[in-house]
């Protein structure tokens, strides 16, 4: 499983609004409103990209113990199928409650075999969530390290530079929750 993503960049949110109170400009109280907001959203994408994490996890643990049923399910069918075998082998008679199981088992296959796979999908779904909302992740906090530099370098246009990633970051936490609702 991928690491969840975090957010440390506390002390250059400090940073910044040191810097702004002490600056002359006023756009760089701009800078640090919008980076307290791009960290607070980089928060909401990080909560949501380990939560997709978790239930991908979850999810794989009930396919896996769903296919270890399901394997549990075959291994008795055929021990049962090799008894019929051996029976038939020694002029025996076979048992018709033995067949009869046979075919249950084989049944009950195939509704395990769906579970697991369902439970897989929703694995896959979910790392393809929590994969998304990472990549948002990422643009909110080179934003506000973007954003830190504009301030340190009094360069206004970085702050620009910064809110387009910081654009890109909504996209990304945008596109990660309706992806996995549709």
């Known amino acids: 499983m991928p690491e969840e993503p975090e957010v440390p960049l506390e002390s250059v949110h400090e940073e910044i609004h040191h810097h702004a109170e002490h600056s002359g400009e006023r756009w760089t109280l701009g800078v640090a409103l919008s980076s307290a907001l791009i960290a607070a959203l980089a928060a909401v994408s990080s909560l949501l990209a380990g939560h997709h994490s978790d239930e991908a996890l979850i999810e794989q643990m009930k396919a896996t113990d769903q296919w270890s049923y399901y394997q549990a399910k075959g291994i008795k069918a055929n021990i049962l199928a090799s008894k ?3 029976q038939r082998t ?3 008679e076979g048992d018709q ?3 009869k199981k046979v075919r249950q088992y084989s049944a009950e296959q195939e509704e395990i075999k769906n579970e697991a796979q369902r439970a897989q999908e929703k694995s896959a779904a ?3 969530s929590h994969n998304i ?3 948002g992740v990422t643009f909110f906090q080179i934003s506000i390290a973007i954003g830190a530099i504009s301030v ?7 702050w620009f530079v910064g809110l387009f990633g910081a654009l890109i970051g909504t996209w990304f936490l945008v596109e990660g929750i309706i992806r996995f609702h549709a």
Do not use: P, S, V, Y
Request: glycine letters at 10%; charged letters at 40%; a positive charge.
């Open 84 to 86: 019929m075998e051996l």
């Open 90 to 92: 020694l002029g025996k």
């Open 97 to 99: 409650g033995d067949e």
């Open 126 to 128: 979910h790392i393809r």
């Open 133 to 135: 909302l990472a990549r």
């Open 152 to 158: 340190l370098t009094k360069r206004k246009w970085f």
